[in-house]
């Protein structure tokens, strides 16, 4: 069963960090370009950060420099490092994996709250 999990999200302070992770069910998982991608209310599914098999990054212009992408092959995880929080990161965050042969698959989300 192909499956995305993430966890990590909570409250947080303006100016904290968190590190959310995601554990995947995936067969040939290190084909997989790997993603980070959040929502919050009233707005559309955004991309925040993305990794590709080869472990080339990708940010949004919104986290550059204050968020960090990592994969290990090995243990089937993702991780998004996210320091320096502002109450606009606030959103429900999504693991996203991504292969041109074998589909798209979502998790089902954890939240973040940024907030004093």
């Known amino acids: 069963q192909v499956q995305l999990v993430e966890s990590g999200g909570g409250l947080v302070q303006p100016g904290g960090s968190l590190r959310l992770s995601c554990a995947a069910s995936?067969?040939?998982?290190?084909?997989?370009?790997m993603g980070w991608y959040r929502q919050s209310p009233g707005k559309q599914r955004e991309l925040v950060a993305t990794i590709t098999h080869k472990r080339f990054t990708n940010y949004a212009d919104s986290v550059q420099g204050r968020c960090t992408i990592s994969r290990d092959n090995v243990q089937n995880t993702v991780n998004l490092q996210m320091n320096s929080l502002k109450p606009e990161d606030a959103a429900v965050y999504y693991c996203?994996?991504?292969?041109?042969?074998?589909?798209?698959?979502w998790g089902q989300g954890t939240q973040v709250t940024v907030s004093s």
């Open positions: 996203n994996a991504d292969s041109t042969r074998r589909g798209v698959v």
């Open positions: 995936i067969i040939f998982f290190d084909t997989y370009t």
